[in-house]
């Protein structure tokens, strides 16, 4: 029996389990996707058969899913605990819920799929029960996954209670920690030449990242007799990650070269101080160099490294377009804007960036947002009027955020390589675009783990049901971050974008 065999390890594991000769029985909460596991499976002369979709965070269904396949099959050998599904984000930063959603897919299932199949284990004279834990249930990283790694550890402990309580009973558990795995997202990252992830795969001495077929060959091993002597162990799969700790093998990565210094230019603009309802904000006001004003007004946010001076040039540019643009602080609760600029390309740093966006919500980004457009529609350089609102990377779900709620006050919304716009929750951004009365235009990257395909194909239909004005661009060649200097940026896609925004705008 495997649990989460829609694909990636779990797919992997019934393929090799299937050629050893055993008989599969896999679950998965994706129906689809596990039918073309079991279809594999056969056309390989396996045999397999599967049930999805499949909470097992729902104890009943667990129990079914293992009552009903002994009942078939005349019992269980071997059970391997591969389905996992959590959130990683600052300790400090997460949801209660975040956190019980975490522990419930990463180690309630465990607990109650192993739970319905301990007596047929012990009716079958013994087996063989396999965990995956993962590296970070024994170690840090300098990227926040508490809730991550405290659900992993678990699995770690119990599995030693696990080998404990069944030896008398002919059981034995062992646990598989894997380390970097390539799934379909990891692909998308590793193809962009400047994601932090290259870092990651850099602390292997074996300079590559792992495999499926790379755990699945261990978890066969684990079931077999050859492993007889072996329980309650946590056996490492990680290219040696864990050894090279703060080393690095292999090359570092070339960087896109920035913009020249004279597309960007240098500014500061007006430093002003704006009363929100969670304290003082500060932000910068930007007007055109030349000619008089007022001027249709710009709300721009930053991307996840926060003001800085690539971002008050962007703004400038922007302004010397014909826009009073104000530039807030997004992480004005944590103070002003951090010196040096901490950057997405150091994975420590990177870490800590995650910790800091992790403070805001779409509560504070509302409340926020209305202190900032209104003091922007109380300076005299901004024309009356609603104003526009332009996010890049994790600020596009704030500029839609903004625009749901305040419709009266923003016309216009222009994002840029923006992530996390499509996600399964009632309130996730894609799904408040019917709040506003808002224009939008969206510059995707071509290669973003962050925007899909999918999930531009779930936008493009929220936008069309709310029956909102809308562009929607993929840029060739580019990855997420094209526009940003500092980030992954690409010459042709960051002019292509002021060209865009410019239009949209005018």
């Given at each position: 029996?495997?649990?989460?065999?829609?694909?990636?390890?779990?797919?992997?594991?019934?393929?090799?389990?299937?050629?050893?000769?055993?008989?599969?029985?896999?679950?998965?909460?994706?129906?689809?996707?596990?039918?073309?596991?079991?279809?594999?499976?056969?056309?390989?002369?396996?045999?397999?058969?599967?049930?999805?979709?499949?909470?097992?965070?729902n104890e009943d269904a667990a129990t079914g899913w293992v009552n009903d396949a002994a009942a078939v099959y005349g019992g269980i050998d071997v059970l391997y605990n591969n389905a996992a599904l959590g959130r990683i984000g600052p300790l400090?930063?997460?949801?209660?819920?975040?956190?019980?959603?975490?522990?419930?897919?990463?180690?309630?299932?465990?607990?109650?799929?192993?739970?319905?199949?301990?007596?047929?284990?012990?009716?079958?004279?013994?087996?063989?029960?396999?965990?995956?834990?993962?590296?970070?249930?024994?170690?840090?990283?300098?990227?926040?996954?508490?809730?991550?790694?405290?659900?992993?550890?678990?699995?770690?402990?119990?599995?030693?209670?696990?080998?404990?309580?069944?030896?008398?009973?002919?059981?034995?558990?062992?646990?598989?920690?894997?380390?970097?795995?390539?799934?379909?997202?990891?692909?998308?990252?590793?193809?962009?030449?400047?994601?932090?992830?290259?870092?990651?795969?850099?602390?292997?001495?074996?300079?590559?990242?792992?495999?499926?077929?790379?755990?699945?060959?261990?978890?066969?091993?684990?079931?077999?007799?050859?492993?007889?002597?072996?329980?309650?162990?946590?056996?490492?799969?990680?290219?040696?990650?864990?050894?090279?700790?703060?080393?690095?093998?292999?090359?570092?990565?070339?960087?896109?070269?920035?913009?020249?210094?004279?597309?960007?230019?240098?500014?500061?603009?007006?430093?002003?101080?704006?009363?929100?309802?969670?304290?003082?904000?500060?932000?910068?006001?930007?007007?055109?160099?030349?000619?008089?004003?007022?001027?249709?007004?710009?709300?721009?946010?930053?991307?996840?490294?926060?003001?800085?001076?690539?971002?008050?040039?962007?703004?400038?540019?922007?302004?010397?377009?014909?826009?009073?643009?104000?530039?807030?602080?997004?992480?004005?609760?944590?103070?002003?804007?951090?010196?040096?600029?901490?950057?997405?390309?150091?994975?420590?740093?990177?870490?800590?960036?995650?910790?800091?966006?992790?403070?805001?919500?779409?509560?504070?980004?509302?409340?926020?947002?209305?202190?900032?457009?209104?003091?922007?529609?109380?300076?005299?350089?901004?024309?009356?009027?609603?104003?526009?609102?332009?996010?890049?990377?994790?600020?596009?779900?704030?500029?839609?955020?903004?625009?749901?709620?305040?419709?009266?006050?923003?016309?216009?919304?222009?994002?840029?390589?923006?992530?996390?716009?499509?996600?399964?929750?009632?309130?996730?951004?894609?799904?408040?675009?019917?709040?506003?009365?808002?224009?939008?235009?969206?510059?995707?990257?071509?290669?973003?783990?962050?925007?899909?395909?999918?999930?531009?194909?779930?936008?493009?239909?929220?936008?069309?049901?709310?029956?909102?004005?809308?562009?929607?661009?993929?840029?060739?060649?580019?990855?997420?971050?094209?526009?940003?200097?500092?980030?992954?940026?690409?010459?042709?896609?960051?002019?292509?974008?002021?060209?865009?925004?410019?239009?949209?705008?005018?």
């Open positions: 029996m495997i649990t989460g065999t829609a694909g990636g390890q779990g797919r992997a594991a019934a393929l090799a389990f299937a050629r050893e000769g055993a008989r599969i029985v896999g679950c998965d909460m994706k129906e689809a996707q596990s039918a073309e596991t079991v279809a594999l499976v056969r056309a390989e002369g396996g045999e397999m058969t599967a049930m999805a979709p499949v909470d097992l965070s400090m930063g997460m949801s209660t819920a975040s956190w019980h959603f975490t522990l419930k897919y990463e180690l309630d299932i465990l607990f109650f799929v192993t739970r319905a199949a301990w007596p047929h284990l012990v009716a079958r004279g013994g087996g063989s029960i396999i965990n995956t834990g993962s590296i970070i249930g024994s170690r840090g990283s300098d990227m926040p996954m508490a809730a991550h790694g405290a659900g992993k550890a678990g699995v770690i402990g119990l599995t030693a209670h696990m080998a404990l309580e069944g030896g008398p009973s002919g059981i034995r558990a062992n646990c598989i920690s894997p380390g970097l795995i390539a799934n379909d997202m990891f692909k998308d990252l590793l193809r962009d030449p400047n994601d932090n992830m290259h870092k990651q795969v850099r602390t292997s001495p074996l300079g590559r990242i792992g495999r499926p077929e790379d755990v699945a060959g261990l978890a066969v091993f684990l079931a077999s007799d050859e492993s007889s002597y072996i329980t309650g162990t946590n056996i490492v799969v990680d290219g040696g990650q864990t050894l090279g700790i703060g080393m690095s093998f292999g090359s570092e990565p070339v960087f896109a070269a920035p913009p020249e210094p004279e597309t960007l230019p240098a500014a500061q603009g007006e430093e002003l101080a704006i009363e929100t309802p969670d304290g003082t904000s500060q932000a910068w006001l930007f007007t055109p160099r030349e000619g008089a004003g007022p001027w249709p007004a710009v709300l721009l946010y930053t991307d996840i490294m926060g003001v800085r001076p690539l971002f008050k040039a962007m703004a400038q540019r922007l302004a010397d377009a014909g826009h009073a643009v104000l530039l807030p602080n997004l992480f004005h609760r944590l103070g002003p804007p951090v010196e040096p600029p901490l950057s997405v390309k150091n994975s420590g740093e990177f870490g800590r960036l995650l910790s800091m966006a992790g403070t805001l919500t779409k509560e504070t980004i509302e409340r926020d947002s209305g202190a900032w457009l209104a003091a922007l529609a109380a300076r005299p350089e901004a024309a009356e009027g609603p104003a526009a609102c332009v996010g890049y990377c994790m600020s596009g779900s704030m500029a839609i955020w903004t625009a749901a709620a305040h419709p009266d006050r923003v016309n216009a919304v222009a994002v840029f390589h923006g992530g996390h716009m499509v996600m399964g929750r009632p309130d996730s951004p894609h799904n408040l675009v019917g709040e506003s009365r808002a224009r939008f235009y969206f510059g995707c990257a071509e290669t973003d783990a962050f925007m899909t395909a999918d999930h531009i194909a779930g936008l493009r239909a929220a936008l069309e049901d709310a029956g909102r004005p809308h562009e929607i661009e993929v840029y060739p060649g580019t990855y997420h971050g094209f526009a940003i200097a500092d980030a992954s940026y690409h010459p042709e896609g960051g002019e292509r974008h002021w060209r865009k925004l410019v239009e949209f705008l005018a």
